[in-house]
């Protein structure tokens, strides 16, 4: 049985293009269209977004836009931005836009305006970032703070870990910053290595401050700083803490004045614009942070406006789902040409695969279709030398995502156009490729021209901007986060609950015991008992 997507009338009609298009290739595409480098192209909010090396005609593109019309991904779009309690399995408004509305806009939650409550955290998190940057935040010895360290996991942990990465270079150096997330002890041992408990500042970041990996590393800093303290009474000066639960916060000693909250209605993975971001604030500085969030208003503002045709996350969703559902490919590479970005695919894979990896719609029916596509990547150049082989020569349709800043941030001479120039060769290589004739030019012995021919026809987008900014940053974050939305929309899955993580969070906790106590009696699978058993002895 069809379920409403596939049945549907646009569905259909994808489906019998696909059948059409499929053997044409890029280069054939490119040979129709002598403008289509140019005219596949859209800039907006300051994106030059290169889409003319997919496998698309002006006509795909077409049949995409009514799709998305066809599944009312306008109105679900406003349904989001207005507060409407999209996350039905939760019963939540979806509101991660409301973290970065200008002063004075409004957004409702339940009939009231949340960006009052925004503007509130904001201003005090600036007044403690000030505070700490400024080395007017004593530790309880009268030491000015020097080291932050972010405790957190998940999405109270990959966007702070990702922006204080992706935007070092505007980062205070003469504080440290580290960050813990794995309950394996060797990360908080690690992530303490040599820092002095007396000028060393904890944030605790955990929406529901009961997550066992937050709570057991929180509970190892509170230890580790006592040690050298001495009094219960530090902790107050040491730990602040990221949280909606204030009850679990005070209990753990720290001061109900220092504590930055959020709201139910930010999901986890969405929370970097929220107080969750108070280590990128502290890193930056608020007016730095606030370029951040001027960057993901702007992309907010192009979602929600700017019509479908040049929409970028709309495109780039839609994309998507054209290579995952019709060409039946598993995954999209992440490739960005800078450094500073080593963390943004690693960001992306819970953003996209947290939210989209989900088997039943909306209406808790079974999907027929392909649901979320898997994300990876490394920056450019690092990648060309080990897993771009298989983008290029390998048997797997892998579209890529290219994104390149036209300035760099630390000049040296010419590499800023080496790395370019690598990023975009790569675009064109995956595209056009090395035809036999053209190897045989090379005087390639004829055993070896079948292993030196690359088919090419292998899509890519390439996503230019000015230079790694705050802001710039914020309009990839939401570009990504749109996209996001926009294949749930499609979809019709709900890409804000997260019940994989809740089921993670609770099945670790039977065994938890049956490791401690070797009399326990065992109830599971043969392979549990005996794996358990093996760590037991
Ligand atoms: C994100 C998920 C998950 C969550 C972590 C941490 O969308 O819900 O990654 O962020 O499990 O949860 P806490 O912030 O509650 O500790």
Not at 3 to 11: F, G, I, P, V, Y
Not at 178 to 206: C, H, K, M, Y
Not at 320 to 337: E, H, S
């Amino acid at each position: 049985m069809s379920t409403d997507l596939t049945n549907s009338a646009a569905w259909k009609s994808l489906e019998k293009h696909f059948r059409e298009i499929e053997k044409v290739t890029i280069k054939d595409l490119f040979k129709l269209d002598e403008t289509r480098g140019t005219s596949f192209v859209t800039q907006e909010a300051g994106i030059y977004f290169d889409y003319s090396k997919h496998r698309v005609s002006a006509e795909t593109l077409s049949l995409l836009f009514s799709l998305a019309e066809e599944r009312g991904l306008e109105a679900k779009r406003e349904d989001m931005f207005s507060g409407r309690k999209i996350n039905t399995t939760e019963n939540r408004s979806v509101l991660h836009t409301a973290l970065r509305a200008p002063k004075g806009s409004t957004i409702l939650a339940d009939g009231h305006n949340v960006v009052p409550d925004v503007h509130a955290v904001l201003d005090k998190m600036a007044v403690f970032a000030e505070k700490v940057r400024r080395g007017e935040w004593l530790g309880f010895t009268g030491k000015p703070v020097k080291n932050i360290v972010n405790i957190g996991i998940g999405g109270s942990d990959l966007g702070p870990v990702m922006a204080y990465e992706a935007l070092k270079y505007y980062a205070m150096r003469t504080l440290t910053f580290r960050f813990v997330s794995n309950v394996d002890g060797n990360d908080f041992s690690e992530a303490v290595q040599g820092l002095d408990p007396e000028d060393t500042l904890f944030i605790i970041s955990s929406k529901t401050f009961t997550t066992l990996e937050t709570m057991a590393n929180a509970q190892a800093a509170r230890a580790w700083s006592l040690k050298k303290l001495g009094s219960i009474s530090a902790v107050a000066r040491h730990f602040v803490a990221v949280s909606t639960n204030e009850k679990e916060v005070v209990k753990f000693g720290i001061d109900a004045e220092n504590i930055f909250g959020f709201w139910d209605w930010v999901g986890g993975r969405y929370s970097m614009t929220s107080a969750i971001g108070l280590s990128t604030m502290i890193a930056i500085g608020p007016e730095n942070y606030q370029q951040l969030l001027d960057g993901f208003h702007q992309i907010d503002v192009h979602f929600r406006t700017a019509p479908l045709t040049r929409n970028i996350p709309v495109i780039m969703g839609l994309l998507g789902i054209w290579y995952n559902n019709f060409f039946g490919a598993q995954t999209q590479g992440v490739l960005p040409y800078d450094n500073y970005m080593k963390r943004f695919p690693a960001y992306l894979q819970q953003l996209t695969m947290e939210s989209n990896g989900k088997q039943v719609t909306l209406g808790g029916k079974r999907t027929d279709y392909q649901t979320g596509t898997i994300y990876w990547g490394e920056p450019g150049t690092n990648g060309q030398h080990s897993f771009y082989q298989l983008i290029h020569q390998g048997t797997k349709l892998i579209p890529c995502d290219f994104i390149g800043f036209k300035e760099t941030l630390n000049e040296l001479p010419s590499q800023q156009d080496y790395l370019i120039a690598n990023m975009i060769a790569q675009g064109e290589a995956l595209a056009f490729g090395k035809t036999a004739d053209e190897v045989r030019a090379g005087n390639v012995p004829e055993e070896l021209v079948p292993h030196k021919v690359f088919e090419g026809n292998r899509p890519s987008s390439t996503f230019f901007l000015d230079k790694l900014t705050p802001e710039n940053l914020g309009k990839l974050v939401a570009m990504y986060e749109h996209c996001v939305f926009v294949q749930g929309a499609i979809w019709d899955i709900n890409p804000f609950d997260q019940m994989g993580v809740e089921l993670g969070k609770v099945l670790a906790q039977n065994i938890i015991p049956e490791l401690q106590d070797n009399e326990k009696p065992l109830n599971h699978d043969s392979s549990t008992n005996a794996l358990i058993g093996f760590y037991r002895k």
